[in-house]
């Protein structure tokens, strides 16, 4: 995929995951109000799957917004003008490294190592969290530059 469609869809998984916690709503319940899988919720709401318009027609409805909420200031985006998710994506990145380096580890019963392995990951998910929180209070929430 490339980076200009991986910056897009980490912007709009983002602003999904925001919208559902703001809401209370566990990706389950979501998943359910929009007729997708919670696995395939989740894969969108990393930027790690397409979706159609219907789907986001849906996801717009059950959380409650317009579909321009969830898509609005997403077109303009280059990974020039948001070096913020090129950074997310490096983060994810490294987070699903250590992920697998924690799963190898443990089938390996290197158990201390997996430990290890699985704190860095949990470790760079907060912090990406983090970053991406700060980042869209300092555009005013909307993720525009």
Known sequence: ????????????????????????????????AVGISRPSLANIERGRQETSVSVLLRLAAALGVTPGV??????????AVMP????????????????????????????H???????IADGLVRARELHLTVVAAAKGGDGRG
């Open 1 to 32: 995929m490339p980076l200009m469609a991986d910056a897009l869809l980490l912007a709009l998984g983002h602003r999904v995951r925001l919208l559902r916690a703001e809401r209370g709503l566990t990706q389950r319940q979501l998943a359910e």
């Open 70 to 79: 969830l898509v609005d200031g997403l077109g303009g985006a280059t990974p």
């Open 84 to 111: 913020w998710l090129e950074l997310a994506h490096a983060v994810t990145s490294a987070e699903r490294e250590h992920r697998q380096r924690a799963d190898r580890a443990w089938h390996g019963h290197r158990y």
């Open 113 to 119: 190592d997996a430990i290890r392995e699985r704190g």
